[in-house]
């Protein structure tokens, strides 16, 4: 069996696919499996994948079709279906260095163990430039930390399956196709820390139609979702401002999807409270920022 498992969640990204699955031709080592999520697109996506899949790969390529749901429903459903130690998520509209699946199984074959939930690493421009900054010169850290310590930017996740099987899956609300994804990245972060290997291993853009450029939109479609994650933040972030920036971002979810029991529902109620003309101030921006489509 490889020991890891790209995931590509895709939505309408026939495009574009094809950038990812050129990379992962070029690998150095094949020791890897290729999971297409395809979240219910309906362009020729799966055409474009089963045409791959005949070609002579040295690698396993695997579709899978869902109904569409959003990003986080895709990866529930990757989830359920890597049996490999490892996994990472690529997304459609990115791609691999050709050295990234030789550095992270070789990097984990000689310093994992079951000490880690699995290896943190770098994300980079086209043109090499590290997104935000670099990590730390440790071993070690858990996600959480690295951002509390002043870490900017994407990073790329390479979790062991079992670990991240091991948390409760990402809630599905109905009309809603949004849950941050670091809901199970913040529970994982509560019991294991990352190995740090600080090498690039995944290549991103940042695509108009991509969830990164569109996150006042997102906020106003999927209040429930953010609502949610923002419940679990409450439990575990530390520091004042961090603790009240969630509790805003809480109340304004909440104003969205007119939930009048937000208060009593909230894990801590006098930040909340505090948090309400703040909240209200940020869902007044949300809104105006979504007008036209309102």
Not at 65 to 80: D, I, P, R, S
């Amino acid at each position: 069996m490889a020991t890891l498992t790209v995931f590509t969640p895709t939505y309408n990204r026939a495009y574009i696919l094809n950038q990812c699955y050129e990379s992962l031709v070029r690998q150095t080592c094949k020791d890897f499996v290729w999971l297409i999520i395809d979240d219910g697109s309906t362009d020729n996506t799966k055409e474009l994948v089963k045409k791959w899949m005949k070609e002579d790969n040295e690698f396993e390529i695997r579709y899978h079709y869902k109904k569409n749901g959003g990003m986080h429903t895709g990866h529930n459903t990757a989830y359920e279906l890597i049996a490999t130690e490892l996994n990472v998520c690529v997304d459609s509209d990115d791609f691999m260095p050709d050295n990234a699946v030789e550095l992270i199984t070789g990097f984990w074959k000689k310093n994992g163990s079951d000490k880690y939930s699995g290896i943190i690493a770098l994300d980079v421009y086209k043109n090499g430039e590290v997104i935000g900054c670099r990590l730390p010169d440790k071993k070690s850290t858990t996600l959480g930390r690295f951002y509390d310590n002043g870490g900017k930017g994407d990073k790329k996740l390479i979790y062991r399956t079992d670990i991240i099987n091991s948390y409760p899956k990402y809630p599905e609300f109905k009309n809603e196709k949004f849950v941050p994804l670091d809901y199970k990245y913040l529970l994982a972060d509560q019991d294991y820390e990352l190995l740090i290997l600080n090498e690039a291993v995944c290549m991103v853009e940042y695509m108009e139609d991509g969830s990164s450029m569109n996150m006042f939109r997102q906020y106003y479609k999927n209040p429930r979702g953010f609502a949610f994650a923002r419940k679990v933040h409450m439990k575990y972030d530390k520091g004042f401002m961090k603790k009240f920036k969630t509790c805003i971002h809480y109340v304004s979810s909440s104003f969205i999807s007119n939930n009048k029991s937000f208060i009593s529902e909230s894990p801590n109620k006098l930040f909340t409270v505090f948090a309400i003309p703040f909240g209200a101030c940020l869902y007044g921006l949300i809104k105006y920022n979504n007008k036209e489509r309102v």
